[in-house]
């Protein structure tokens, strides 16, 4: 009998030592949340403030409440970055093609004074501004000499500011998901979803939205359960760090912005 038992233990022990060891900890899974076009209501944008966690707010210089919006923003803790507007945007701010790089400076200075507390800046539309070498180029060693970061929005598929922040060693990262291209509760939390399943999938997520009462009632509902789906909201600063400037494989290859 007591052979018998030896064996066996010899044979489970054995068994035990080929098995594929059990994971002790899941991959991680991060998500950030940008909210643009902020600065033109008050009473709306304050319900963004409210959202439970690391909230980026968008502003936008040419509204309202640009500064005053910003000023609550900082003071609330969250991470204020300017919402630039560009080509095909108009008003007194925004970025064109035909621009001088002169005028796009002057423009530039004007939209960071317009917008206090600002830690970086992505783009307001522009889908032909942000498809300009000569431009993203030369602002994306502006952002560097500033000390700040670069997100690149992706409203076209022709952008190359996330390629021309990597080559610099810019601070910078680029949108996955936006939240609300369909202004309904069912389309936006379908697009949430989005963003958390490719979470899983690729590491990381960056969404989107915009302070529309639809979106904000999809995330007032939803992000307090993220911690139980997995998944880990950081801030857009860490966020980058977590990307290390890398490209996922839907906007490059080996992690080099196409």
Known sequence: MRLRFILGLLCCLAGAAHAEPAKATHNKAYLTLIIDDLGQNLPRDRRVLALPGPVTTAIMPDTPHAAEFAREAHRAGKIVILHMPMDPATGPFAWHPDLPIEELEKRLN?????????????????????????????????????????????????????????????????????????????????????????????????????????????????????????????????????????????????????
């Open 110 to 258: 004007a939209a960071f004074k317009a917008v206090p507390y600002t830690a970086g800046i992505n783009n307001h539309m522009g889908s032909r501004m942000t498809a300009q070498q000569p431009a993203m180029a030369w602002l994306m060693a502006d952002l560097q000499r500033r000390h700040k970061f670069f997100v690149d929005s992706r409203t076209s598929a022709q952008t190359v500011g996330a390629a021309e922040a990597q080559k610099i060693g810019l601070a910078s990262v680029s949108r996955d998901v936006f939240l609300d291209d369909e202004r309904t509760e069912a389309a936006i939390f379908t697009q949430l979803q989005t963003a958390i399943n490719l979470a899983h999938k690729q590491g990381s997520a960056v969404m989107i939205g915009h302070p529309y009462p639809q979106t904000l009632a999809v995330l007032e509902r939803e992000l307090p359960k993220l911690k139980a789906q997995g998944i880990d909201w950081i801030d857009i600063k860490m966020m980058i760090s977590v990307r290390s400037n890398r490209a996922t494989a839907a906007h490059g290859k080996d992690g080099v912005y196409r």
